[in-house]
């Protein structure tokens, strides 16, 4: 890597995506206080940081029943203080888990939505990227295409994502380090070149960082300057295994002094309970579901790390039981 002409990007300012309520209610079971999301989204809709504020999961039971995962036009109703605050607005899809039903989703006429986002396992990328094409199409939002578990795709894989996501209209084309696994010092190269093929599609290259094994804001402060126009944070770092990359770390405390305040009021509920188990399974760059069994099952981390080694293949981003 050559030397960073650290005047080159002092000045670029990247999108930034709050996900907070999204993969953040992964630790409070897809179920935020009624109060603490309406003073949120509030909040955040103010803030001239923030450029979409995700919600949650539309419409999806296979995970929970409760309300940020199987979000709804009721629930969009409820959440919102006026309509005008919907383009502001993102929601999540997993392919995986979604209905594939035009219908189903939120009418451009009918709310506006900003952002929709499909996320996809590599297995699921051609139906996924089809998926998001209909959807842009239904709702009128602005389309991310978000390809996870990254850190164990293959370039000629990673370079199959991108060229379906453009040919679907993506706005935003997304790698998730699923696994916090991702060290971008070490892959500038490799990545800086994945930036260019998006940009020279007119597409916004993304990332969305999780903080496993410490290493998201340094990858965050990477971003410009291998030319990446988005990212995603959550205050307090809440999201799924180990969180994300934390809100309060990219945004200027004098423009937003009510979030601070937010972030200090609600401590308690806005909790991460970061894990050895997690450090071993970023380091082998499998899912973090295997830390929690390896928890559950009251292992030593040296216990798990032993198992961990010789997990591989796509049961490195699937969990598979039985393994732990």
Not at 173 to 198: C, P
Request: aromatic share 12%; proline share 3%; hydrophobic share 35%.
């Amino acid at each position: 890597m050559d030397i960073l002409n650290l005047n080159t990007y002092k000045n670029k300012k990247l999108n930034i995506i709050d996900v907070t309520l999204r993969d953040g209610a992964h630790q409070v079971n897809f179920d935020w206080p009624d109060e603490y999301s309406k003073k949120h989204i509030k909040l955040l809709s103010k803030s001239k940081d923030i450029n979409f504020i995700e919600l949650g999961y539309w419409k999806q039971t296979a995970k929970s029943e409760n309300p940020f995962y199987k979000m709804d036009e009721n629930f969009l109703n409820k959440l919102a203080e006026n309509k005008s605050q919907f383009s502001k607005f993102s929601l999540m899809v997993d392919c995986h888990y979604c209905s594939h039903e035009s219908f189903e989703y939120p009418s451009e006429d009918e709310f506006g939505i900003g952002l929709f986002r499909v996320c996809s396992r590599s297995e699921d990328i051609e139906q996924a990227t089809k998926l998001g094409e209909m959807i842009k199409k239904r709702t009128g939002a602005k389309l991310s295409m978000n390809f996870f578990n990254i850190t164990n795709y293959s370039e000629k894989e990673l370079k199959n994502c991108i060229n379906l996501a453009s040919n679907a209209g993506a706005d935003f084309i997304y790698f998730a380090d699923t696994h916090g696994t991702l060290d971008l010092i070490k892959e500038y190269e490799k990545y800086s070149v994945f930036s260019s093929m998006i940009q020279e599609k007119n597409i916004i290259p993304g990332f969305h960082l999780h903080d496993h094994s410490g290493k998201a804001y340094l990858n965050y402060r990477l971003l410009p300057y291998l030319g990446f126009g988005s990212t995603d944070v959550s205050l307090s770092g809440m999201g799924k295994g180990d969180g994300n990359l934390k809100l309060e770390f990219v945004i200027n405390p004098n423009d937003n002094p009510e979030i601070f305040d937010l972030l200090e009021e609600n401590r308690e509920l806005l909790s991460m309970n970061p894990t050895s188990f997690g450090i071993i399974s970023s380091f082998y760059s499998i899912t973090d579901y295997y830390a929690l069994e390896a928890i559950k099952n009251n292992l030593k981390p040296s216990e798990f790390l032993s198992k961990a080694i010789e997990i591989g293949g796509k049961d490195k981003d699937n969990y598979k039981k039985g393994i732990i």
